[in-house]
């Protein structure tokens, strides 16, 4: 595979990093308000998914001429995990304890069985 530092190859991630970033509030940022109503939870929910979208296809697309489709769903894995722990300790204010860091990084160990040859 020959993708060292291409646009194709640098793109994906960042592309994905800030996708995540929107998901991961989209998903759980309504957690620090148990009060809202679900109804409006939902569409305040759906609304900043959109934004998701338009990153993470672009992403997919362009890294799919570089990476396999395994290899860009393992990235946005990894990369959601990374997010979602930021997203835990510094929006959510919950600790990240040695079980959370073991099997974040026993999932990343796994993943990078798909970046080998």
């Known amino acids: ?3 060292a530092f291409s646009p194709a ?3 994906p991630i960042a592309l994905l990093l800030c996708s995540n970033v929107f998901m991961t509030f989209a998903w759980y940022g309504h957690l620090k308000y148990g009060n809202a ?3 409006l939870v939902i ?5 900043i998914a ?3 979208y338009c990153l993470a296809i672009p992403a997919n697309r ?15 894995e990894v990369i ?8 835990s300790v510094f929006w959510l204010k919950e600790q990240l304890t040695w ?7 026993l999932i990343a160990i796994g993943a990078s069985f798909i970046f080998k040859g």
Do not use: C, D, R
Not at 99 to 105: E, Y
């Open 99 to 105: 079980n959370h860091a073991i099997g974040f990084a």
């Open 9 to 11: 190859a640098i793109w």
């Open 50 to 52: 959109f934004f998701e």
């Open 80 to 87: 959601t995990l990374l997010v979602f722990s930021a997203f």
């Open 1 to 3: 595979m020959n993708f």
């Open 62 to 76: 362009i890294g799919h001429t570089v990476y396999s489709t395994a290899q860009l769903k393992t990235m946005q």
């Open 37 to 39: 109503p679900l109804w």
């Open 43 to 47: 569409i305040v929910s759906w609304g």
